[in-house]
């Protein structure tokens, strides 16, 4: 299949900076570790966290950072820095100009191998989550985990689409997506009591994140929402993983009859 | 012609363009203006033409090929391309045609060459008979053997742009668009890729459209020239009518074999004077003849030299 073998030429190339991949990947782990210790510390003046356990929030963390992880990884190409470089580069141009389904190109453009860092320091925290909380893992918990984890990658990822398809019209109107993007997942990585009540609806009905990671949390804790939302809320994960990321190809495609290249 | 290749009817593109770019504002806080890049084009190119698409800067030639080749979607106007509207139908569309934009690489920078022209042949599916054959054509042709093993990152401008050409052809695509091709390239390198492309013309019968700056380009491969500017069509012809028609006067010199006061001639006007030296500019209406033997007359001649306008001052009257 043609996109397999532009994945691997993707990885090849990166084969080149094998160094510098392994460095990143090291000091994305020591980087964003270090953001969990200072975290952590926090808990030990407190005790908790809008009565979430330290071991609660290990759990949000870690599985917050899997995901973003991944994301980051696999949706490499449509970050929006990224992209905006395809864009002012001329590439999208000659992605523009083969024969092969532009989306596919534009995942197989970019496979951050380095991310793989992130992923693996969201993997530890997560696994001290378990060991700490001793939680009761029944069947159906233990399979809708990976659903959760896949319905947060693809959330996130529709979001960065959204925030490539906001390039095709603005540079500078990056940093207001990074708010949704980043800023999103950030908040993801938090209890959501712990936010201003705007800022908890908007997250909640308008930019669904806390649905894909908070309130799947809830469901694993075996706890009521604080805020009083309905139980089912938690397993609407998957619905709006998969409607956010095919909202935000939609409005992607769109954009692109809006592309104007660039004038050289 | 019979039925052509490339057939654009009125076709228009506009553009808006923030009028403060800099500013940081948000689009919909921006003040905007409308630039007509391409203003209803129309033109035909029939199959196996080489036609010289030229322009001074910014006169839309660029917009008008991504227009032909899918990049961009009109504003208005009609476009045909191998009989496929090219934005509609992207894939089908770009599957039958080569492009090559000078300034632009369209190999996987950090593998070597032949690994991209390999990627290629799966991106198009080339059978892997035919690719060989291309292979060993373009080998020789464009002496790919040079540096095929190496990644585009280490290629020189001229190699980058011999691969580059080799990678628009290798799915043996009817059509070439060539975008400034032989931009930033020293004398030798455009020779070489001057011959490749009358030669992939002649022998495969592939129709080209070229835009370019150096006018050397347009005289060695083109016998019908666009001229377009500001948007709009100046001239659509023949190379030799196009001198004819808008080259303006041509130019006698004359060195003289003593010092005169005053040099004049009718027929003629005096451009410049410098020493013994004089420039006559005159038009269609005189022959250099009838100028000479008048001036044989009056004065004594030590040399003389009929200049033709060349396609570059024809450029410069009609920009
Ligand atoms: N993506 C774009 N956005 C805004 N304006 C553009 C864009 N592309 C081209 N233009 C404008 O459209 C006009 C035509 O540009 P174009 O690049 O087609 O010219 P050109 O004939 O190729 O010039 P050159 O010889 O310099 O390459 C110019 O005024 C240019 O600034
Ligand atoms: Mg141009």
Redesign the pocket.
């Known amino acids: 299949m043609i996109f397999i073998r532009l994945a691997s030429a993707t990885l090849r190339a990166q084969a080149r900076y094998r160094a510098s991949l392994l460095v990143d990947a090291l000091s994305a782990l020591a980087g964003n570790g270090l953001e969990f210790v200072a975290l952590a510390l926090t808990f030990d003046r407190f005790g908790s966290l809008a009565g979430w356990s330290m071991g609660q929030v290990a759990f949000l963390w870690g599985l917050t950072e899997i995901a973003f992880g991944s994301m980051d990884m696999l949706f490499g190409g449509f970050d929006p820095a990224v992209f905006g470089q395809h864009i002012r580069r001329g590439t999208l141009d000659m992605y523009l100009l083969r024969p092969v389904n532009l989306i596919a190109q534009i995942f197989a453009s970019d496979i951050m191998l380095r991310r793989l860092g992130r992923i693996a320091q969201g993997a530890l925290v997560f696994a001290y989550a378990n060991h700490v909380l001793a939680l009761a893992w029944t069947p159906a918990k233990l399979l809708y985990l990976p659903v959760v984890l896949v319905s947060a990658v693809l959330f996130y990822g529709a979001l960065f689409i959204a925030g490539a398809t906001a390039s095709f019209w603005t540079v500078q109107g990056l940093e207001v997506v990074n708010v949704f993007t980043y800023g999103g997942t950030a908040l993801n990585s938090y209890p959501l009591p712990i936010f201003d009540r705007w800022l908890r609806r908007f997250f909640t009905f308008v930019i669904p994140t806390a649905v894909v990671v908070y309130y799947p949390a809830l469901y694993f804790f075996d706890l009521p929402d604080p805020l009083g939302l309905p139980g089912w809320v938690s397993f609407l994960a998957p619905a709006v993983g998969l409607g956010a990321l095919g909202m935000s190809l939609l409005v992607f495609k769109w954009g692109l009859r809006h592309y104007?290249?660039?004038?050289? | 012609m019979t039925q052509p290749i490339i057939a654009l009817e009125n076709l228009t593109k506009t553009?808006r363009?923030a009028l403060k770019p800099e500013g940081r504002s948000l689009p919909w806080a921006r003040t905007w203006k409308t630039?007509t890049?391409?203003d209803a084009i129309s033109l035909a190119i029939g199959r196996g033409e080489v036609v010289g698409y030229l322009?001074?800067?910014?006169?839309?030639?660029?917009?008008?090929i991504k227009m032909m080749t899918g990049i961009l979607t009109p504003t208005a106007g009609t476009l045909r391309v191998a009989g496929r509207v090219p934005w509609r139908e992207r894939r089908q569309h770009v599957a039958g045609i080569g492009v090559v934009f000078g300034q632009r690489n369209t190999l996987w920078w950090d593998l070597p060459v032949q690994e991209s022209l390999d990627l290629l042949r799966h991106v198009y599916r080339v059978p892997p008979a035919r690719f060989a054959e291309n292979l060993t054509r373009f080998r020789a042709l464009l002496d790919l053997d040079e540096f095929r093993f190496k990644p585009a990152r280490d290629l020189s401008l001229g190699q980058l742009m011999r691969a580059n050409l080799a990678a628009a052809l290798m799915h043996d695509p009817g059509l070439l668009f060539l975008?400034?091709p032989t931009i930033g390239l020293d004398v030798v390198a455009k020779d070489r890729i001057r011959a490749f492309i009358r030669e992939i013309n002649r022998e495969r019968g592939v129709t080209v459209l070229l835009?370019t700056?150096d006018l050397s380009d347009i005289e060695q491969l083109c016998e019908r020239v666009i001229v377009i500017d500001h948007?709009r069509t100046r001239y659509d012809g023949a190379l030799s009518e196009l001198v004819e028609r808008y080259g303006g006067d041509r130019a006698l010199q004359v060195d003289f074999a003593d010092d005169y006061a005053e040099v004049a001639v009718e027929g003629a006007t005096l451009e410049s004077r410098e020493g013994r030296r004089a420039v006559f500019r005159f038009g269609r209406g005189v022959t250099a003849a009838a100028l000479i033997g008048r001036l044989s007359e009056r004065y004594t001649l030590a040399d003389l030299t009929v200049r033709e306008p060349d396609i570059e001052d024809t450029l410069r009257r009609m920009y």
């Open positions: 104007t290249s660039t004038g050289a | 553009f363009v630039v890049a391409v322009g001074p800067n910014g006169a839309g030639k660029s917009t008008t975008d400034e835009t700056h948007g």
